[in-house]
C-alpha cells in the first residue's frame, strides 16, 4: 500500500479525493496522541545533538535552532532545553541573515544549509525514529501493510536538496519507513565524514 504526504491546509474533502479511503493521519506539532509524536518540535528528550558529544536536546526542532549562528547571534544552547514544542524558533527579523548551522555548540566550522539538512536534521530525526518514536515507526508499517496511508504536514517536500523550501518531516518519515532514507553526508564526502560519531 501507499503511504502519501498531503499538506495539513487541504481540507478534509480535498484530502479524502486525492486519497480516497486512506488513513489520514496528522504527524505536526497540532496533531493528535501519538501522532504529535513525530513532530520534530515534540520533546522526547535525549536527543544526541551532532558534533556536540555527551550533549542532547529535548527536540529536533530544539537542535536545528541552537546551532544556527545568525549576523547577530551565534548558537544558542537555551533552545536545547525547551519542553513546550513552543518558543524554538530564531527568527532573521530579530537576529539577522543567517550565517549558517554551527558543526557543534564549540564546533569551529560554519555548514551551509544543505549540509545542515544531512549532518544535523537527519541524524537527530533519525534518532527519534529510531529510538522514542520507533513504536509509531511499526504501527505505520502494520497499518501501511493493509491501508494507503496520508501524512499531514505543513510542507509537502520530499527532497533534501530542494534548498528553496522547507523540508517535511513526514517525508522523512515515510522515507524511513519505506527504507529509503536520505544520505546524511554532501554529495562527494564520504559517509560520517564530517559527523565525528556525535549523533549515533
Same mark, same amino acid.
Given at each position: 500500500?501507499?503511504?502519501?504526504?498531503?499538506?495539513?491546509?487541504?481540507?478534509?474533502?480535498?484530502?479524502?479525493?486525492a486519497?480516497?479511503?486512506?488513513?489520514?493521519?496528522?504527524?505536526?506539532?497540532?496533531g493528535?496522541?501519538?501522532?504529535?509524536?513525530l513532530?520534530?518540535?515534540?520533546?522526547?528528550?535525549?536527543?544526541?545533538?551532532?558534533?556536540?558529544?555527551?550533549v542532547?536536546?529535548?527536540s529536533?526542532?530544539?537542535?536545528w535552532?541552537?546551532?544556527?549562528?545568525?549576523?547577530?547571534?551565534?548558537?544558542?544552547?537555551?533552545?536545547?532545553g525547551?519542553?513546550t514544542?513552543?518558543?524554538l524558533?530564531?527568527?532573521?527579523?530579530?537576529?539577522?541573515?543567517?550565517?549558517?548551522? &554551527?558543526?557543534? @555548540?564549540?564546533?569551529?566550522?560554519?555548514?551551509?544549509?544543505a =549540509?545542515? /539538512? *544531512? +549532518?544535523?536534521?537527519?541524524?537527530?530525526? &533519525?534518532?527519534? @525514529?529510531?529510538?522514542?518514536?520507533a513504536?509509531?515507526?511499526? =504501527?505505520? /508499517? *502494520? +497499518?501501511?501493510?493493509?491501508?494507503?496511508?496520508?501524512?499531514?504536514?505543513?510542507?509537502?517536500?520530499?527532497d533534501?536538496a530542494?534548498?528553496?523550501?522547507? +523540508?517535511?518531516?513526514?517525508a522523512?518519515?515515510?522515507?524511513?519507513v519505506s527504507?529509503?532514507?536520505?544520505?546524511?553526508s554532501?554529495?562527494?564526502?564520504?559517509?560520517?565524514?564530517?559527523?565525528?560519531?556525535?549523533?549515533?
Open positions: 500500500m501507499a503511504i502519501r504526504v498531503l499538506s495539513r491546509r487541504r481540507s478534509a474533502a480535498t484530502i479524502e479525493a486519497a480516497p479511503g486512506a488513513v489520514v493521519l496528522d504527524v505536526t506539532s497540532r493528535p496522541d501519538p501522532w504529535v509524536r513532530s520534530p518540535f515534540y520533546p522526547h528528550g535525549g536527543i544526541p545533538v551532532p558534533f556536540s558529544p555527551g542532547s536536546g529535548e529536533v526542532e530544539g537542535i535552532q541552537a546551532l544556527k549562528v545568525f549576523a547577530g547571534a551565534d548558537v544558542d544552547p537555551g533552545r536545547l525547551v519542553t514544542m513552543k518558543g524558533k530564531r527568527t532573521v527579523r530579530r537576529y539577522g541573515p543567517v550565517r549558517g548551522h &554551527r558543526a557543534g @555548540l564549540t564546533g569551529d566550522r560554519l555548514l551551509g544549509y =549540509e545542515a /539538512r *544531512r +549532518l544535523i536534521y537527519l541524524p537527530a530525526y &533519525r534518532w527519534v @525514529l529510531e529510538h522514542p518514536a513504536d509509531l515507526v511499526a =504501527e505505520l /508499517r *502494520r +497499518l501501511s501493510a493493509d491501508r494507503d496511508l496520508v501524512l499531514l504536514d505543513y510542507t509537502t517536500n520530499a533534501v530542494d534548498l528553496g523550501t522547507p +523540508l517535511s518531516h513526514a522523512l518519515v515515510r522515507s524511513f527504507g529509503e532514507w536520505p544520505a546524511e554532501p554529495p562527494g564526502e564520504p559517509a560520517g565524514a564530517l559527523s565525528g560519531g556525535a549523533a549515533e
